[in-house]
C-alpha cells in the first residue's frame, strides 16, 4: 500500500488514526451524551455539536496561522497532540456540570485546530518532490483511509464501554429511556405505562419507585459514556507515541520552499497575519449585529474575513489560485452541512426511527466479532479472484474460517437481537476502509486509458452522488410520524410522547444511505485535500489547508439547520433540504470546471 510513496506518509497515516479514533467517538456519541446526562432538547444539543464542529475546524485556521509563520508545523502539530489530549481527559471525568463539558470540547477543538490542518499540508509537502507528485491523489486516499481504521472501531468500543458500565450497575440499554428519564422527572411524560415497561425490561425487576430509577438510569448512562471519552484519551497517547518517536521522518518547510521571493519573513508573515486576523474578528462583529445570531454571525463574518485576508496577503501572481480554492471552500460548506448530519439528525433517526431489534443475520453488522469475521470472509473472497495460486490459498482459508465464524454468529444469534443506534457510525469508516481500494483502483484505470476525471470534476461528482444518498434516506421516511406530530402543548408545557414502533424502519435504508454518502466522501474530501496541497502558494500551505477546514468549519455551524427543522418538518421534507444543496453545489462546480482545472496546472 506505501510502495513508491516517502516513508513520512507511514507516519502521518499512524499519526492520524488515534486522533481521528477520539474524533469518530465524538461523532457517535456526543449528541446522544448530551441529551441523556443533561436532557437537552434536540435543537440544543444541535446547537453547542455544531458549534464544537465548528471549532474544530475553524480554529485549524490559528493553527495554519501559526505554522505558516513560525515554519514550524511539525511543533505546533505536536502541540496539538498534547492539548486534546487534555480536552478528552476533562470529557472523561463523570458528574462535570454542562459548563465544563463544553470548555473541554472547546479544548478539543483548540488541539485539533493546532493538528489537523497542519498533518496534512505536512502531508502536500511531502509531494512537492517531483519524484511523488504524481501520486499526490492516491497519497491523499490512503492517508484518509488511515483517518477512518480508527474511525471504524471507535462507535464499537464508545458502546461497548458505556453498555458495560450499565452492566455493572445491573441495568441494560435501551436508547429512547434517557429522554422518558428527564421527561418523567420534568413532568412531560405522557405515556408511563410504557415508560415503566421499560424500567421493568432495562433493570430486570419490578421498578416501584420511577423517579429514583429515572435518576439512577440517567447517571448510569451519562458515566459510561464519560469512560468511553477516557478510551479516546487513551488513542491520543498512542498517536503521540508514534509522531514523537519517527515524526524525523516527515519534511521541513526548509526542503520544501525553494523560492526566496515568496517568503517575506517570519516577522513579516506573522504581523500581517495578525492584521488579517483581525479583519476576521471585526468581519465577524458586523455579521453577528447584522444577522442578530452570534454563531451566524461568527460563521459567515470568518470566512468572509479569511476570503479578505487572501487577498490582503497574497501577490498578483498568488491570487487566481487563491481565488480558485476560495470557491472549492464555497462549495465544501454545503456539502460538509449535509454530509455531517450523518452525527446528527441521521443519529436521531438512528435512535428514534430504526427497529430496536434485528434478525440473525442483520445482526452480524451490529457487533464487533461477528462484523469482522464478516469483513474477512468478504476479503478471502476477493482473493479468489487473484491470479497468483498463493493468493487464491490464502484467500479460500479466510473464506472457510471467516466464513465458517460469521456462519456461527448467525446460527447462535437470537431470533431478535437489541442494537445501539451509536453503531451506525461505523458504517462510514467501514465503507471508506472498503471502497478506497476499488475507487483507487477505477481512477488508476481511468488514468492509464487517459479518461481519469480532473480532480475539481470528482468534487462535483462527488456532490451529485451526495445528493443520492439523501434521496435514498427520503425515500425511507416517506409515511413515518414525524417528531413534531408527537409533541403537543398543555396548559403552557410541551408533552412528549415517544416514536411508536410501527414507525421504526429496517437499518438498511440508514446503511444504504451512510454507503453512498461514502462514495461521495470518497470523491470529495480526500480529493479536496490533493487540490488544496496542489493549487496553494508554497508559503500559504497550512493557511489554505486551514481554509478548507474553515469552510468546512462553516458548513458544520450549519447543521443546526437539521436540529432546528428535525421537530418541525416532516422526516421527507428535512432530507429534501440537504437533496437541494448537494445539486445546487455540483451545478455550481460544473460552471467553473475550467477554472479549477487551469489552476492546477
Known amino acids: 500500500?506505501?510502495?513508491?510513496?516517502?516513508?513520512?506518509?507511514?507516519?502521518?497515516?499512524?499519526?492520524?488514526?488515534?486522533?481521528?479514533?477520539g474524533f469518530y467517538t465524538m461523532m457517535a456519541i456526543l449528541v446522544l451524551f448530551l441529551q441523556a446526562k443533561y436532557g437537552l432538547t434536540e435543537s440544543q444539543a444541535g446547537g453547542i455539536y455544531s458549534w464544537f464542529y465548528f471549532g474544530i475546524y475553524?480554529?485549524?485556521l490559528i493553527g495554519g496561522i501559526i505554522a505558516d509563520s513560525t515554519r514550524k508545523y511539525k511543533s505546533v502539530i505536536l502541540l496539538g497532540i498534547l492539548v486534546m489530549f487534555a480536552g478528552y481527559i476533562v470529557m472523561a471525568i463523570p458528574g462535570n456540570p454542562l459548563t465544563i463539558t463544553v470548555i473541554g470540547l472547546f479544548t478539543i477543538a483548540l488541539g485539533n485546530g493546532l493538528f489537523k490542518g497542519n498533518l496534512q499540508a505536512v502531508v502536500g509537502q511531502l509531494y512537492d518532490d517531483p519524484k511523488y507528485s504524481k501520486v499526490r491523489d492516491t497519497a491523499f486516499m490512503i492517508f484518509y483511509m488511515g483517518i477512518n481504521i480508527g474511525a471504524f472501531f471507535a462507535p464499537f468500543v464508545a458502546t461497548g464501554i458505556r453498555n458495560w458500565f450499565l452492566k455493572t450497575q445491573g441495568l441494560m440499554h435501551d436508547g429512547s429511556l434517557p429522554a422518558m428519564c428527564h421527561a418523567y422527572n420534568n413532568g412531560t411524560l405522557e405515556n408511563t405505562e410504557q415508560f415503566q415497561a421499560l424500567a421493568n425490561q432495562v433493570s430486570g425487576q419490578n421498578v416501584t419507585d420511577l423517579a429514583a430509577f429515572a435518576t439512577q438510569y440517567i447517571e448510569a448512562f451519562g458515566k459510561g459514556y464519560n469512560y468511553a471519552f477516557g478510551v479516546a484519551s487513551v488513542a491520543m497517547?498512542?498517536?503521540?507515541?508514534?509522531?514523537?518517536?519517527?515524526?524525523?521522518?516527515?519534511?521541513?518547510?526548509?526542503?520544501?520552499?525553494?523560492?526566496?521571493?515568496?517568503?517575506?519573513?517570519?516577522?513579516?508573515?506573522?504581523?500581517?497575519?495578525?492584521?488579517?486576523?483581525?479583519?476576521?474578528?471585526?468581519?465577524?462583529?458586523?455579521f453577528y449585529l447584522a444577522l442578530d445570531d452570534l454563531a451566524l454571525g461568527m460563521a459567515v463574518g470568518l470566512f468572509i474575513g479569511f476570503v479578505a485576508m487572501m487577498f490582503q496577503i497574497s501577490t498578483k501572481d498568488e491570487r487566481p489560485r487563491v481565488v480558485s480554492?476560495?470557491?472549492v471552500f464555497f462549495v465544501v460548506i454545503f456539502f460538509w452541512m449535509s454530509f455531517h448530519q450523518n452525527g446528527l439528525t441521521q443519529t436521531f433517526f438512528a435512535r428514534d426511527y430504526t427497529v430496536k431489534e434485528v434478525g440473525p443475520f442483520t445482526n452480524i453488522f451490529f457487533g464487533l466479532d461477528s462484523i469482522l469475521s464478516f469483513i474477512g470472509a468478504i476479503a478471502g473472497v476477493v482473493l479468489l479472484f487473484n491470479k497468483k495460486k498463493s493468493n487464491m490459498l490464502i484467500g479460500l482459508s479466510m473464506v472457510l474460517v471467516f466464513g465458517g465464524l460469521t456462519y456461527y454468529f448467525i446460527s447462535s444469534a437470537a431470533p431478535s437481537n437489541p442494537i445501539a443506534p451509536e453503531v451506525f457510525q461505523s458504517f462510514n469508516p467501514l465503507f471508506i476502509v472498503s471502497l478506497t481500494f476499488p475507487v483507487m483502483g477505477l481512477f488508476t484505470w481511468l488514468r492509464s486509458k487517459n479518461m481519469e476525471p480532473s480532480t475539481p470534476k470528482k468534487i462535483g461528482i462527488g456532490m451529485v452522488i451526495a445528493a443520492l444518498g439523501f434521496v435514498v434516506i427520503l425515500i425511507g421516511s416517506l409515511g413515518l410520524v414525524s417528531p413534531h406530530e408527537l409533541q403537543y402543548v398543555e396548559n403552557g408545557v410541551t408533552k412528549y410522547n415517544p416514536v411508536p414502533d410501527s414507525s421504526r424502519v429496517l437499518p438498511y435504508w440508514l446503511m444504504s444511505s451512510y454507503l453512498i454518502l461514502t462514495i461521495a466522501e470518497l470523491f470529495l474530501s480526500p480529493m479536496g485535500l490533493s487540490f488544496v496541497s496542489k493549487v496553494a502558494p508554497a508559503r500559504f500551505q497550512g493557511l489554505m489547508q486551514g481554509g478548507w477546514l474553515l469552510a468546512t468549519a462553516v458548513g458544520n455551524k450549519f447543521l443546526f439547520i437539521g436540529s432546528d427543522f428535525w421537530g418541525k418538518l416532516d422526516l421527507w421534507q428535512l432530507w429534501l433540504i440537504f437533496v437541494v444543496c448537494c445539486i445546487l453545489s455540483a451545478a455550481f462546480i460544473f460552471s467553473i470546471l475550467k477554472r479549477l482545472e487551469k489552476a492546477t496546472k
Open 1 to 21: 500500500m506505501f510502495k513508491n510513496h516517502p516513508k513520512g506518509l507511514f507516519v502521518a497515516f499512524f499519526s492520524n488514526m488515534g486522533e481521528r479514533f
Open 325 to 327: 480554492l476560495i470557491l
Open 58 to 60: 475553524a480554529l485549524a
Open 237 to 286: 497517547v498512542i498517536s503521540l507515541l508514534v509522531y514523537v518517536f519517527f515524526n524525523k521522518y516527515l519534511p521541513t518547510v526548509s526542503k520544501v520552499v525553494t523560492e526566496k521571493k515568496e517568503n517575506t519573513g517570519a516577522k513579516g508573515n506573522l504581523v500581517s497575519f495578525l492584521l488579517s486576523a483581525g479583519l476576521m474578528i471585526a468581519t465577524s462583529v458586523i
